[in-house]
């Protein structure tokens, strides 16, 4: 599986940014996707998450509200919309998704993804 994320930018404070990540290889017919982020100096964090079919979403609470993570799988691409965005939301930003042998819960915790892509940076400025 390979994944190919893009759209991060720079953007001032309240402003908005549409991240894509794209994938190829055998995904099969159940997982989930993600995304983490990750800003200089701190650990990897959950961002959102999303289920095969796109009717399961889940959002850290930093970013409820102000994120949409979105799939389209006839294009097999990932999309986090990000809007109202803060200073702390500063980061490289990963898609990320699950194989799964059947549906499952959605994980916030990284150890349960299998494929990262590289990161797209996003930097807001005040």
């Known amino acids: 599986v390979q994944l190919q994320a893009s759209g991060g930018g720079l953007v001032e404070t309240g402003g908005s940014l549409r991240l894509s990540c794209s994938a190829s290889g055998d995904l099969f017919s159940s997982y989930n996707m993600g995304w983490f982020r990750q800003a200089p100096g701190k650990e990897r964090e959950f961002v959102a998450a999303i289920n095969w079919r796109g009717g399961k979403v889940l959002y850290a609470d930093p970013v409820k509200g102000r994120f949409r993570i979105s799939k389209d799988n006839s294009r097999n691409t990932l999309y986090l919309e990000m809007n109202n965005l803060k200073t702390e939301d500063t980061a490289d930003y990963y898609c990320?998704?699950?194989?799964?042998?059947?549906?499952?819960?959605?994980?916030?915790?990284?150890?349960?993804?299998?494929?990262w892509g590289q990161g797209t940076q996003v930097t807001v400025s005040s």
């Open positions: 990320t998704v699950e194989i799964r042998s059947r549906p499952g819960p959605l994980s916030m915790m990284s150890p349960a993804y299998d494929h």
